[in-house]
């Protein structure tokens, strides 16, 4: 009985689903970037069963050179009805089940990515992920956003589930924990980090001995620590922040497809779900204010800031802007920014940067009563 | 179903995380550890030269390219890259990143030989395909394997 009201909330809890809305509209984006890749392959390797190939499947459930084709074409249709918003969840599940399916019979193809990406798919289609129908459209009202919440769970869970792997894994590798192998990675790829703009003499430190037994063993702590920080709400926001500098760093130093920026779009769906329960009030009056006001409501994918101009109150009428947090209390401002970087996800980096300099700084925050 | 069943989504999910953590733990018998999200999981390379056993002594086939005569006694021509087509298994004589592992690759070197001496089933002289593989796995010193085909009797007149 105690089990069975345990998992009643977790398995019986509703979201608001507007916040995954850019979550399946990127995972959609990374499908049709995949399926593409696949058809331009087809059309200059050939049909991969006319070459060597490891298939996990017997012959006969390896599908001929019209049926492949017919496939390819089908995950292309699928992912474009991901991003649009129509049918989306069965198109996101029936979207994984052929990528399950094309690595199964061609395990060339493997790429941790590619299967994680399906995982995600497939996860991300239990949930109410088809609420923000299109970038372009009007978000639903009310109860047509809300819905089951244990599907958001499942991804939070995979998430974590991908990094304590990755991360285990490196732990019990020797060469893994003394650095050996990020020592030489970091000199394979110095010159395509180079050519990203990672300076020089930065990469010549990093890739010494001993930075780079550093940076591995840092690297190990971070994904294995990164579920538990991310499983707490206190911690959650900060470990997001060091996820995303973590993620940054190894795409501008490795070459890893999609494995970033996969990552970085499941960040979404640790996102609380409260639409518009901040609140941006900017001087119609200052152009200032008015672009910033403008950037936000272009960036703000989550829907997390309800964007208005300003309204007679009692606050300093130098203020352009200010921002109502979810508790009630306001910033301006240093502290107002550092606030719209961490609702915004393109502005998202700079929000630990930018809250630790407000936090130096005094005056930031008005009085809540006014 | 998983929409209105509290137990459907109790078992799925339960059903689901078990076999991931399940196909995270066994990760390393399978090649590129599939399904283990074994990222960046080493850093080794790998370089191998083509070889051909023709009356027991090996011919090097540096390109990847040869000529034999079939049962019939005509010359006939050969190539790996028109079976094997992925660069990382094509590359004869450079020192290439295997970016799944050293074990991984031998392993696909391995499937891509029979693969490739079974395709050239016309070659009636060469008895065998070998690969001689040179694997550095992290920087530590090189090991060198040999993979050989299946055999095949001399069948050429």
């Known amino acids: ?370 | 179903m998983l929409e209105t069943s509290r137990a459907a989504r109790g078992l799925f999910a339960a059903a689901w995380l078990a076999a991931q953590a399940a196909l995270a733990l066994t990760a390393g018998s399978r090649p590129a550890a599939m399904g283990g999200f074994r990222m960046f999981s080493e850093a080794s390379t790998v370089r191998y030269e083509l070889f051909r056993e023709v009356r027991g002594a090996l011919v090097p086939v540096p390109t990847g390219v040869w000529t034999a005569k079939d049962a019939s006694g005509t010359v006939r021509r050969y190539s790996w890259r028109e079976r094997v087509r992925r660069p990382e298994l094509c590359t004869f004589g450079v020192e290439l990143a295997a970016s799944y592992g050293a074990a991984t690759q031998l392993e696909r070197l391995r499937a891509a030989l029979d693969d490739v001496f079974l395709d050239a089933s016309g070659d009636a002289e060469t008895t065998r395909l070998v690969l001689v593989v040179t694997t550095r796995r992290n920087h530590h010193e090189p090991e060198t394997a040999r993979l050989e085909s299946f055999a095949r009797p001399h069948r050429a007149p």
């Not at chain 1, 909330?9 to 916040?19: A, E």
């Open chain 1, 1 to 370: 009985m105690r089990l069975d009201r345990a998992l009643r909330g977790p398995l019986d809890r509703t979201v608001d689903g507007t916040f995954l809305g850019p979550v399946r509209v990127s995972l959609g984006l990374m499908l049709l970037l995949q399926g593409t890749v696949a058809a331009r392959e087809l059309t200059t390797q050939g049909y991969f069963g006319d070459a060597f190939h490891v298939s996990l499947l017997p012959d006969a459930l390896v599908p001929s050179r019209s049926g492949y084709v017919a496939l390819i074409a089908l995950r292309c249709v699928l992912a474009a009805l991901v991003v649009l918003g129509a049918r989306a969840r069965e198109a996101l599940a029936a979207s994984a089940l052929v990528v399950f399916y094309t690595l199964s019979i061609n395990t060339l193809d493997y790429h941790h990515n590619r299967y994680a990406l399906a995982c995600y798919a497939l996860l991300l289609s239990l949930t109410p992920c088809d609420r923000w129908l299109a970038p372009a459209a009007p978000s639903p009202a009310g109860a047509a956003r809300v819905g089951l919440a244990w599907g958001v769970s499942l991804c939070q869970a995979q998430v974590c589930l991908v990094y304590l792997a990755s991360g285990g894994s490196k732990l019990l590798d020797p060469d893994w924990r003394s650095g050996a192998v990020l020592h030489e990675r970091l000199a394979w790829y110095a010159p395509v980090a180079e050519a990203r703009g990672v300076p020089h003499g930065l990469l010549a430190a990093l890739s010494a001995p001993l930075a780079a037994s550093a940076l591995a063993k840092l690297a190990v702590i971070t994904e294995l620590s990164l579920p538990a920080l991310l499983a707490s709400r206190r911690t959650r926001a900060a470990a997001l922040a060091w996820g995303v500098w973590f993620h940054l760093l190894i795409q501008l130093t490795s070459r890893v497809e999609l494995f970033g920026a996969l990552t970085l779009t499941m960040y979404g769906v640790f996102v609380t779900g409260d639409v518009r329960a901040r609140a941006l009030r900017y001087d119609p009056r200052s152009r200032a204010a008015t672009a910033l006001a403008a950037v936000v409501r272009a960036t703000d994918w989550f829907a997390r800031f309800d964007v208005r101009a300003w309204e007679a109150d009692a606050l300093d009428a130098r203020r352009h802007v200010v921002v109502v947090r979810r508790d009630g209390s306001r910033a301006t401002r240093l502290a107002a920014l550092a606030m719209l970087a961490r609702g915004l996800p393109v502005f998202f980096p700079l929000w630990a940067p930018l809250a630790l300099t407000a936090s130096l700084g005094r005056g930031s925050d008005v009085a809540t009563e006014a």
